[in-house]
């Protein structure tokens, strides 16, 4: 698959928590969401954790759990907000979970190009 930059921002990094605790991201800077993020989609240990959880592990869709070693993610403070770059060649599908276990419905899609 080849690489995208998906552009997003979470309104209050602070509040921003995902539904599950344990999976949640803690912490309230950029530097901080950027590495958790990072590290989320470099490696399947998220994923893994969360997929412990269910009810009958052995039926997730194993292509949630695909990681991409490359995968670099920014996020800089501006004004209220929080600006955040991921450059990945995971599909959408993947990014959407990952942020959906680190920070629930916290985040909003701006754009995305062709890396």
């Given at each position: 698959?080849?690489?995208?930059?998906?552009?997003?921002?979470?309104?209050?990094?602070?509040?921003?928590?995902?539904?599950?605790?344990?999976?949640?991201?803690?912490?309230?800077?950029?530097?901080?969401?950027?590495?958790?993020?990072?590290?989320?989609?470099?490696?399947?240990?998220?994923?893994e954790r969360?997929?412990?959880?269910?009810?009958d592990p052995?039926?997730?869709?194993?292509?949630?759990?695909?990681?991409?070693?490359?995968?670099?993610?920014?996020?800089?403070?501006?004004?209220?907000?929080?600006?955040?770059?991921?450059?990945?060649?995971?599909?959408?599908?993947?990014?959407?979970?990952?942020?959906?276990?680190?920070?629930?419905?916290?985040?909003?899609?701006?754009?995305?190009?062709?890396a």
């Amino acid at each position: 698959m080849s690489r995208q930059r998906y552009f997003l921002s979470i309104e209050n990094l602070a509040q921003a928590r995902g539904q599950i605790d344990e999976l949640s991201y803690r912490g309230n800077s950029p530097d901080s969401f950027a590495a958790q993020l990072q590290a989320a989609l470099r490696e399947p240990s998220l994923w893994e954790r969360w997929r412990a959880l269910q009810p009958d592990p052995d039926a997730v869709d194993p292509a949630l759990g695909a990681s991409d070693a490359a995968a670099t993610v920014s996020a800089a403070q501006k004004d209220l907000h929080t600006d955040i770059v991921v450059t990945t060649s995971l599909p959408h599908a993947v990014l959407k979970h990952r942020l959906g276990l680190l920070v629930g419905s916290h985040w909003r899609l701006h754009d995305v190009a062709a890396a």
